[in-house]
């Protein structure tokens, strides 16, 4: 017998962070363990209804949206064990990754890698690919170790690299279509302090530097200011040296007033009279002043992001990496667009999830943002162009409009991923309109 559903509410208007997705949803649920989740997904059934878990609504596509029973992943947080023989950690699905991080800090632990974003909660976060840059593993996904969902029949499965190997393959980015994850995982290490040095670089010499700078330093960040030739160049290195953090007072001035309330005022600028942008980004890249600064793992890694945007990223083979971003470079000073936002550049080894963007192929990331103003279609529609003719992946956390037969092609394993999900989810329970988009019914 099912326990009682915790909380049923009555429907509600749900949004993402970007306000580009929202749901109202028959039921809201927040269930506290994973017997709690099995019997909403029972009763879905039951009803006839679709169920999907949000995270912290930071994917900007309405990959989470549901007019059926929505679950919110609240009281489905916090760490469930910890074994140092086996250096994993196993947290509850709906763990904020920044409530992660500073709980594993204070165990003398860290994850290997992270995205410069920790907002997330970790099933979000696993589900969509999110991914740091360098390192051994980049994406949260390729650091998962074991995963515990709910099916689309209520049956709570257990999957790893020894147990159900081809769920485990599908699910480590699994979109959300192959269950409700209710615990993941981690492989982790004892933590490590980053020392980063951020260095003002002119373009060219970036791209020409480009495999030097990845091949000879742990993690390595790239942003170009488009309409300009300036570069930011962020290096993080693993150090024994006591951590030399910047001082609070810096760090408010720098990482929260200028790199997101002064950013966000200069954007607004650039809305209100977008003839201004290549000069305010002029401006903005002649204000790049180099920092050196070292701290625990996560504090390095991850940044304060309070200036709310669109985004669009998708990975590339390496060495096409820099002849792709040539190429948008291109299209933006011929198209008369005018953006405002950095591009970013990322490197990740290859991985073995089966939808992972960097399944089996070491690929160059670029990302492309707006302000959440700004109507992104033509300059997302325009780059996504290029970038297809690459043989790009699509991140699955950011908008793009691709569909399942284009994708298919993309990925060596599709028709496995489709033979898991009938199996743990034949009468799609999981679906919505997204995932018919992306995945197919």
């Known amino acids: 017998m099912h326990p009682p559903l915790h909380a049923a509410e009555p429907a509600v208007t749900w949004r993402n962070w970007a306000g580009l997705a929202s749901a109202a949803p028959a039921r809201v649920v927040t269930p506290a363990d ?22 912290s609504g930071h994917s900007f596509t309405d990959v989470a949206v549901t007019d ?19 250096m994993t950690v196993t947290v509850l699905a709906g763990t904020p990754l920044h409530v992660l991080n500073d709980r594993l800090h204070a165990l003398g632990l860290a994850l290997h890698n992270l995205g410069d974003i920790d ?12 991914h740091g840059t360098g390192g051994r593993r980049a994406s949260l996904s390729a650091q998962v170790t074991a995963l515990e969902l709910v099916d689309g029949e209520g049956r709570l499965r257990t999957c790893s690299a020894g147990t159900d190997r081809d769920l485990f393959a599908a699910a480590r980015v699994g979109l959300g279509a192959l269950g409700v994850l209710t615990a993941v995982t981690f492989a982790v290490e004892q933590a490590f302090t980053l020392e980063a040095v951020e260095e003002p670089m002119p373009l060219d010499e ?17 942003y170009w200011f488009p309409h300009t030739d300036r570069a930011l160049v962020k290096r993080d290195n693993r150090t024994t040296e006591p951590p030399r953090p910047l001082s609070r007072s810096r760090e408010l001035l720098e990482d929260v007033f200028l790199a997101n309330t002064v950013f966000g005022w200069v954007n607004r600028a650039g809305n209100a009279v977008p003839a201004a942008v290549p000069a305010l980004n002029r401006l903005s890249a002649r204000a790049l002043s180099a920092r050196r600064y070292s701290d625990a793992s996560h504090r390095v890694f991850c940044s304060p992001r309070t200036a709310r945007f669109r985004e669009m990223e998708y990975a590339v083979p390496r ?9 948008v470079r291109a299209l933006i000073a011929r198209s008369g667009l005018r953006i405002g936002f950095p591009v970013e550049v990322r490197c990740t080894p290859g991985d073995e999830a089966w939808l992972s963007p960097a399944y089996r192929r070491e690929s160059v990331f670029l990302a492309f943002h707006v302000n959440r103003q700004t109507d992104h279609t033509a300059y997302f529609t325009a780059v ?12 699955w956390g950011k908008l793009h409009t691709r569909t399942a037969p284009d994708l298919a092609s993309a990925y060596p394993r599709w028709d496995d ?25």
Do not use: W
């Not at 907002?119 to 999110?130: L, M």
């Not at 060495?319 to 190429?327: C, P």
């Open 206 to 222: 970036a791209v020409d530097r480009y495999d030097e700078l990845v091949d000879g330093n742990d993690h390595v960040d790239l």
């Open 68 to 86: 059926g029973v929505l679950l919110l992943p609240d009281r489905l947080s916090g760490i469930r064990g910890v074994d140092r023989e086996a």
């Open 34 to 55: 994973p017997d709690e989740v099995v019997a909403a997904v029972c009763a879905a059934r039951d009803e006839g209804r679709r169920v999907k878990m949000v995270g």
């Open 417 to 441: 991923v489709a033979r898991v999900r009938d199996r743990v989810d034949p009468d799609r329970a999981f679906a919505n309109a997204y995932l018919d988009r992306v995945l197919g019914g």
């Open 384 to 395: 996504e162009e290029v970038l297809r003719a690459y043989d790009g992946r699509p991140h």
């Open 119 to 130: 907002r997330q909660t970790v099933a979000g976060a696993v589900s969509t690919g999110t």
């Open 319 to 327: 060495e096409a990496g820099m002849e792709a971003l040539a190429e």
